[in-house]
Structure formats: structure tokens, C-alpha cells
């Protein structure tokens, strides 16, 4: 651990300023709908199939009467479905290699009316303590966090407020992360200031999967959405909305992002800074095979659409589409002036791929980033991509439609020919 802390001492360096703004604090406003007892018998009987038959199946709240309850009473191997509802806590995964979901996460109604709610006390799910891909967060609303502090990592600093990894390589995927706020007040003592790292989803020394979230309308210092240290696969990801001083997306040292669509995220929280408004790299040797591709990147209302510290090889920053940023699509730091440049000897536009056109969502009003026909993002991914059995896109969708990966979280689909029905014989 002593070493891997003085790994990151840069990083952190990188992202701590002298000069904070205050963030700005909402409410979510979260609306959820009473489930049919079928759907969670059917569920239920469903998982009970698939799991060993040593695992058992707790149920939230019929038999338990919270979810860290249940957590306590598990096993690895053990499930937890929790019904419609809003449970006011923080949970621990303790080290269980479990399953936690909701009665349907494929149901954007029923994941948006299962809410983990902290109510701004520290995090809202913690992973540290070594759990493996095996334990998963499925199918909540996870808000309300504030953050976790870990002097390992760097005194004043809060990791994670929506979810906390230290440590831990879990699985968290069809949530809905959004209303998590990081502190970006210093303070006046300097035992107590603070700066949050990743309000929706954040750590280090962890390499969880990240896959199939909806990542929005979270604030802190650094990293909004998401702040990773260690060798995170972030895939397949809806990231917008979001906003910090620096990096109102993604911060990453280390680590994987690929097909996610990242939009309209700042870094607006104080004036003169704005680096990072999408996506922020940290590249360092200690961290090596980092790598951005087929994504969508655009629309940053401020902070530019990537920006990178470092040296990085190149194949790292590849079949992105990047378009629209303000101040410019690509900014790193001038090597002679130490001053962030934007675009220009910066911009990777038609360089390891990357393109730059409006990817035609459905609907930017609406928060339909399906692309349609005749979108640059169709075809357009790394034809080299692996694209393993059963992957899927953030619908849930079989990943490759066409002939080559599509950028962006959503596979095109259009080019699926419709099914004739003639009606009865």
C-alpha cells in the first residue's frame, strides 16, 4: 500500500487547487411506483435457478427491515431483492462476493423508485474490503452520498459519494447514479477541509466495472461523475449533466472507457479553471494501458471535451468522437508554459481514428442519445474491439449489429431488416 500511495501523490496533486467555489446543492427529485408481488416471486424463483444451491435469497423489506440488515445476515454467493421504496442508509458490502438488486432492473420505473438514499452521510455503497467482480450492485438509484475519507490516499480528501471503492473489483451496473454532492469547500482548518473525488463514483487502488449506468446531475471538486485511480473498465455508460472544477465527467489514472456517451458535463465551478469539462486523463508509468476509445464525447459546456496530462502512447485516445466541446475538443498542459492549450498541436481529430461530427442523437432534449441513420458513429468503433459472447450495449442489446462496433453507449440498430408478418395462414 505505501508504494501504490506514493504512485497516486501526483495525481492527487494534479487535482487539488487552492481556490474552491461553493457547490451547488439540489434535491433529485426521484419518483418510483409500487411492483406487483409477481414480479418479485418471478424474479425470485428466477435467481433461485441460476444460484447454488447453498446461496439463499433474502428479501428487503419482507424479511429484512434494511438492506445492510440482510448484507449482515449473507454469504458469498447469497442474493438480496430488494422491492420499490426508499431505504435511508449507507451500506457496506463488508467483503461479500453478494448480489444486490432490485425487483427489475431492465425497468427504468422500478430502478428509478429503488433509491439508496444517505442523505449526505459519507457514502451511499462502500466496497473495501476486496470484493470481486462477483459482487454486484444492480438495479438502484443511489444518491445522497457525500463521500468517504481515506488519509491513505491523500489527507482531505473524500472518495466516492454515490459509491466507494478502496481496494475492491465489484460489478455496478443498471443504476441510476445522480444527486450525489462532494464537498469543494477547503475549510479554514486545515484538519477538517475537504475536496471530493468522484461524487457519483469513485476510488483507488480498485478496478470495478462499471457498466450500463445512468451517471447525472452529481457535484464535488474533481471527477463528478466519475474519479478512478487503479484499472477501472468503464463501458456502455450514459455520463451528463454533471459538474466540478476539474473533470466534471471522468477523471481517470489508469484504466478502460470505452462506448460510453459522456455529455454536457462542466467544469465551471470556479472561474478560470474549466479543465476537464468530459473527460480528464492523468497519464502516468505507474498506470500504463490506459485507453479511451469509441466513445462519444461532446457538448461540454465548459473544461473542453478531453484533456490529458503526461505522455501517452498512441493507441491510447482512439475511435472517439469528439465534437462540440467548449473551449475546444481536445486541451492538454504546454510542456514549455505549464498553461492549458486547447485544440490545435492538442487536437487528435483524425489522429488513431478519431472523428469529429454530430453523432444525431434521437432527442438531447429528452436524453435520447440513440444515434440514428446516418450518424458518423455507426461502423465507426475499433474494428479490432473484443467483443466477447452475450456483450451487450447499454440497452441491453447484442453489441454488434453491424459489421464493426458502433461509438458510442447505444448500437445502431437501423440497419436490422423488419420482420414481414402476413398474418394467419
Not at 449507507?90 to 432492473?105: A, C, E
Not at 442523505?119 to 466496497?127: A, L, N, P, R
Not at 492549450?341 to 472523428?355: E, H, K, S, V
Request: charged share 15%; net charge negative.
Amino acid at each position: 500500500m505505501i508504494s501504490f500511495v506514493k504512485s497516486i501523490s501526483t495525481v492527487l496533486t494534479a487535482v487539488v487547487s487552492p481556490h474552491i467555489h461553493r457547490a451547488i446543492n439540489s434535491d433529485y427529485p426521484l419518483k418510483g411506483r409500487k411492483m406487483k408481488k409477481m414480479i418479485l416471486v418471478n424474479l425470485t424463483l428466477m435467481l433461485a435457478i441460476q444460484a447454488s444451491a447453498l446461496s439463499a435469497i433474502r428479501l428487503v423489506p419482507d424479511e429484512y427491515p434494511s438492506i445492510q440488515a440482510a448484507i449482515n445476515d449473507c454469504y458469498d454467493g447469497d442474493i438480496i431483492i430488494v422491492e420499490p421504496g426508499r431505504y435511508y442508509e449507507t451500506i457496506n458490502f463488508s467483503g461479500k462476493n453478494i448480489i444486490l438488486t432490485g425487483t427489475d432492473p431492465n425497468d427504468p420505473q422500478v430502478v428509478a423508485g429503488t433509491i439508496i438514499d444517505a442523505e449526505g452521510d459519507g457514502s451511499t455503497v462502500i466496497f473495501e474490503n476486496g470484493e470481486t467482480a462477483e459482487a454486484v450492485l444492480r438495479g438502484f438509484t443511489i444518491t445522497g452520498g457525500y463521500g468517504t475519507r481515506n488519509d491513505a490516499f491523500g489527507g482531505g480528501i473524500l472518495w466516492g459519494g454515490g459509491i466507494y471503492c478502496a481496494g475492491a473489483s465489484p460489478t455496478i451496473t443498471d443504476n441510476v447514479i445522480a444527486g450525489n454532492h462532494g464537498p469543494v469547500d477547503e475549510g479554514t482548518n486545515p484538519e477538517n477541509y475537504a475536496y471530493g473525488y468522484g461524487a457519483g463514483i469513485g476510488g483507488a487502488d480498485a478496478s470495478p466495472i462499471i457498466t450500463r449506468n445512468i451517471i447525472k446531475d452529481n457535484t464535488t471538486y474533481a471527477g463528478a461523475a466519475i474519479f478512478f485511480v487503479g484499472d477501472p473498465k468503464i463501458s456502455d455508460n450514459l455520463i451528463y449533466d454533471n459538474s466540478a472544477i476539474i473533470g466534471g465527467g471522468v477523471i481517470m489514472a489508469g484504466g478502460q472507457l470505452s462506448n460510453n456517451t459522456i455529455i454536457g458535463n462542466d467544469a465551471s465551478f470556479q472561474e478560470g479553471s474549466q479543465f476537464g469539462g468530459n473527460v480528464y486523463i492523468i497519464f502516468d508509468p505507474e498506470f500504463s494501458g490506459t485507453r479511451i476509445f469509441n466513445n462519444i464525447i461532446c457538448g461540454a459546456t465548459s473544461g473542453g471535451g478531453i484533456v490529458w496530462q503526461g505522455v501517452f502512447s498512441p493507441d491510447a485516445i482512439q475511435f472517439n468522437n469528439v465534437w462540440n466541446n467548449t473551449p475546444g475538443n481536445y486541451g492538454t498542459v504546454d510542456n514549455n508554459t505549464g498553461q492549458y492549450i486547447f485544440d490545435g498541436q492538442a487536437n487528435q481529430t483524425g489522429i488513431g481514428n478519431n472523428i469529429s461530427g454530430d453523432p444525431l442523437f434521437v432527442d438531447v432534449d429528452t436524453h435520447d442519445y440513440h444515434i440514428q441513420t446516418g450518424s458518423p458513429c455507426i461502423n465507426a468503433g475499433d474494428p479490432g474491439s473484443l467483443i466477447l459472447r452475450g456483450q451487450t450495449d447499454f440497452d441491453g442489446e447484442r453489441r454488434l449489429q453491424g459489421g464493426v462496433v458502433n461509438i458510442g453507449a447505444h448500437e445502431y440498430r437501423g440497419y436490422v431488416p423488419p420482420l414481414a408478418v402476413a398474418g394467419p395462414d
